[in-house]
């Protein structure tokens, strides 16, 4: 069975940063596209960015705005988001997503991805 694990949520002052972290295991293929979405109380999940096999397909939300870098581990199996200039705007559940499939475009919707992580909360205080 596929297992998402995330970590590196916490809390900190507007202006801070957060790294999100995220390890898969038991991907068949290790190579699909990644993702991180979030979720506010009362609203719907939301992308923040995705990334597929190419290191150059990042796609970030415009929300974003410069201010968080994805990236996968020299295994691929592993996710990153560095969040810096954070927002209390910014303050969700952090989930990580997998098994987006293999295109060169990671996709945008959440139903592309198969597999999920339980989530991880970040709360960012002004």
């Known amino acids: 069975a596929v297992r998402l694990i995330e970590s590196g949520g916490g809390s900190v002052q507007a202006g801070g940063s957060l790294r999100l972290s995220c390890t898969a295991s038991?991907?068949?293929?290790?190579?699909?596209?990644m993702a991180w979405f979030r979720q506010a109380p009362g609203k719907d999940r939301e992308l923040v960015s995705c990334?597929?096999?190419?290191?150059?397909?990042?796609y970030y939300a415009d929300f974003v705005e410069g201010r968080f870098t994805i990236s996968r581990g020299n295994t691929k199996n592993t996710l990153y988001l560095l969040m810096n200039s954070l927002k209390p705007e910014d303050t969700a559940t952090y989930y990580c997503?997998?098994?987006?499939?293999?295109?060169?475009?990671?996709?945008?919707?959440?139903?592309?991805?198969?597999?999920w992580g339980q989530g991880t909360q970040v709360t960012v205080s002004s």
């Open positions: 038991g991907l068949r293929y290790d190579d699909t596209a």
């Open positions: 990334i597929s096999w190419s290191p150059d397909s990042a």
């Open positions: 997503a997998a098994d987006g499939g293999s295109f060169h475009l990671c996709p945008r919707e959440s139903a592309s991805y198969l597999s």
